[in-house]
């Protein structure tokens, strides 16, 4: 009997798997928000994400909930955020899983059902008054940034924003200012500039400042880049100098199997004739790898009423494709699973290091819950993206066994790699090619 | 019952541990070498049991039937001789690749083998397709050849004779004697069904030991009124006007 899954497992950290996170706490009105904005759209990257603490107050009960209504609710202690929670999602950012963040209104001051979902960011920045006060945040910061702020500003800016953005009245905001925020400033904002590594005075007009730390993050990031591609490295090394892995299963190499394979190779194939037979291809992939759903057995009776003891599936399928090469699967795969939910990643390899970064994703909501999910490239050549397109799949939750990577064409390397880093998902492929060869199934197929 | 005739086994590929692997009826082995039976999936086995169900509906029976039938014609095709066919590759290799070699046409015995040229024009886009219509004459209760229209140069040609149900094998059988006719060599017919009887499948090979018969799954026999066991029904019926 075949072995399904290879003993030793071996490590695979994305780029987003150890997430630097950035602390920024100042004062309400000190420009926190402006200032992270500013860093990001200085860096004009997508792997820059700022999460506000707002999102993490605590929702009110009914006399708290009336008592904000009559602006005698204490927004601005720290007893009003729910650090737990924010702990909890600050952990599953650190380590690349996703993370659900509540959504909190000023209009109600409830949470409301719906969550935002926070996904592989490289760098995250919290802002908040609080940002720097809880000792469980605090060892997750890797830079700690305190905005400093005239006071008369942070009173100008912050009536301004309440009034035009929350829903507020003058004599409700004034009322706050003086009855909470500005005790609360020196009792327990203020302390926090003892422990910030850098204090940033007068906010986004401070150009220098913005400069220093959007440096500091790029090379964070470059930092990270260039673990990520050691890693690669290293998982190739392994890969290798290993026999191909079990769960690589070869579509049976037969004449009419030879003889597509060669017209898709074809440099004078028309690509009239070269959509054709890559569809055909893909429709014989497909069948390989749907005998990997669950099936039980199910007693059926025929019209003339014998009955025949067949089997079903148990789960439903659904896909994702890797863009853009993985859309070129579509048509055959639609052939054989017509209403198949399709999600799509955008993985794009940077011409300039040649690491592959995630882009775009976009899943089937059900994922979970499918018995087999189907990932399609139509090439897999170091295997980078695949890897990083089936750690996203198992970072939303869908078990590795039912993962399924579907390729045209790979190299050796390229699948151990994958394999031996999720041993207990499969890959069909149609045709074992070199390690190293340029990306062009989806081109001869898109024409471009 | 008629199920417990047939044999059942576990079902799933050479790589699947046997744990994983549901039971279920497949398909009676045949020991004729011109019968060629396709690998038992569980998918194979899920398809043929939705078009089995008498509760399928004509669309999933439709859908269904089809997928099965590329799969039998891709099988079919696997049979067609290739040459050597020496290429280069876009990223500038030589890659010693084959070619499909001979001319094919497919031929169906009306009405229930048209039901089957969809899905040989999903693997063959311009393929010609000929038509024959067999009909049991009431009188004799023999097969009769009432019209075909066939290929001018059926003769050059390599033959996909489609029919879905192979049951006594009396119109097929009758079919390969027309193509015989009209000088199609016996070893260069191909007869492409979804399920056939053992009977049927031994009529070929006592009589045409060189036609190539592919089919998904043998079933358990034939009842008094010559329907296979425990079958499908009537596909024609059921494809195209229930």
């Not at chain 2, 006719?181 to 979804?194: A, D, M, T």
């Amino acid at each position: 009997m075949a072995m399904t899954t290879p003993t030793r497992r071996i490590h695979y950290s994305p780029p987003w798997g150890n997430a630097s996170i950035i602390g920024v706490a100042g004062s309400s009105g000190s420009g926190k928000t402006s200032l992270a904005l500013a860093i990001v759209a200085s860096l004009n990257l997508p792997w820059v994400v700022i999460l506000s603490m707002d999102s993490f107050y605590k929702p009110l009960t009914p006399a708290q909930s009336a008592a904000a209504f009559r602006n005698e609710f204490d927004f601005d202690s720290p007893d009003a955020i729910d650090f737990d929670v924010l702990v909890d999602r600050l952990r599953d950012v650190k380590n690349g899983k996703v993370a659900d963040i509540p959504v909190y209104s000023f209009q109600k001051h409830a949470r409301l059902e719906q969550t935002t979902t926070i996904y592989s960011p490289h760098v995250l920045i919290l802002e908040g008054i609080f940002a720097l006060h809880d000792q469980r945040v605090l060892d997750m910061l890797d830079l700690k940034i305190f905005a400093e702020a005239d006071a008369d500003l942070c009173l100008s800016r912050r009536l301004v924003r309440d009034v035009k953005e929350r829903g507020r009245d003058i004599d409700g905001c004034i009322k706050q200012w003086f009855g909470f925020v500005k005790p609360n400033f020196s009792k327990y904002v203020a302390p926090q500039r003892e422990i910030a590594d850098i204090i940033i005075p007068r906010g986004i007009e401070n150009k220098v400042a913005i400069a220093m730390i959007s440096s500091q993050i790029q090379k964070t990031l470059q930092h990270k880049s260039a673990q990520h591609q050691l890693e690669l490295t290293r998982l190739g090394k392994i890969a290798e100098d290993s026999p191909l892995s079990p769960n690589a299963i070869i579509i049976k190499q037969t004449n009419q199997v030879k003889a597509i394979h060669t017209l898709l190779m074809d440099e004078t194939t028309s690509t009239e004739d070269y959509i054709f037979y890559f569809d055909r291809m893909v429709a014989l992939l497909i069948e390989t790898a749907v005998d990997f759903l669950p099936f039980t057995p199910s007693q059926v009776t025929t019209p003339q009423g014998h009955v025949y003891m067949g089997l079903k599936k148990t789960a439903e399928i659904s896909a994702v494709v890797v863009l853009r090469g993985g859309s070129a699967f579509e048509t055959g795969l639609r052939r054989t699973i017509p209403d198949c939910r399709i999600g799509r990643i955008l993985i794009q390899t940077n011409y300039r290091t040649g690491e592959p970064e995630l882009h775009y994703r976009a899943l089937p909501a059900n994922i979970k819950q499918c018995g087999l999910v189907l990932v399609l490239d139509p090439q897999m050549s170091s295997g980078g993206a695949a890897l990083m397109a089936v750690k996203v799949l198992v970072d939303h939750g869908v078990p590795e066994d039912r993962i399924v990577f579907v390729t045209y064409m790979a190299g050796r390397v390229g699948v151990n790699r994958v394999l031996r880093v999720f041993p207990e998902a499969r890959c069909v492929v149609a045709r074992m090619g070199d390690d190293m060869e340029n990306r062009w199934v989806e081109t001869r197929y898109l024409g471009c | 019952m008629a199920s417990d005739s047939q044999p059942q086994a576990p079902v799933g590929p050479e790589y699947r541990p046997a744990t994983q692997k549901p039971k279920a009826t497949v398909s009676t082995p045949l020991p004729h070498d011109n019968v060629h039976i396709l690998p038992q999936t569980p998918q194979l086995i899920a398809l043929l049991t939705m078009i089995r169900d008498t509760n399928t509906g004509r669309a999933d029976f439709i859908f269904y039937s089809n997928r099965i039938i590329r799969l039998l014609v891709e099988e079919g095709l696997n049979h067609l001789p290739v040459v050597e066919h020496e290429i280069t590759t876009p990223v500038g290799r030589n890659y010693a690749g084959v070619k499909f070699e001979g001319k094919i046409c497919g031929v169906s015995i009306m009405r229930a083998g048209e039901s089957m040229e969809q899905g040989l024009r999903d693997c063959c886009r311009s393929v010609r397709i000929g038509k024959i219509l067999i009909q049991r004459d009431e009188e004799t209760s023999k097969p009769k050849l009432y019209y075909d229209k066939l290929p001018e140069d059926i003769a050059d040609r390599w033959v996909l004779l489609l029919d879905p149900m192979l049951a006594t094998g009396g119109s097929a059988l009758m079919a390969i004697d027309v193509l015989k006719s009209r000088g199609v060599p016996e070893e260069h017919i191909l007869f492409l069904n979804l399920i056939a009887s053992p009977e049927g499948a031994k009529k070929f090979a006592d009589r045409f030991p060189k036609v190539r018969v592919v089919t998904a799954f043998v079933d358990q026999g034939l009842d008094e009124k010559n329907y296979i066991v425990p079958g499908l029904g009537d596909f024609g019926d059921r494809f195209y006007t229930m």
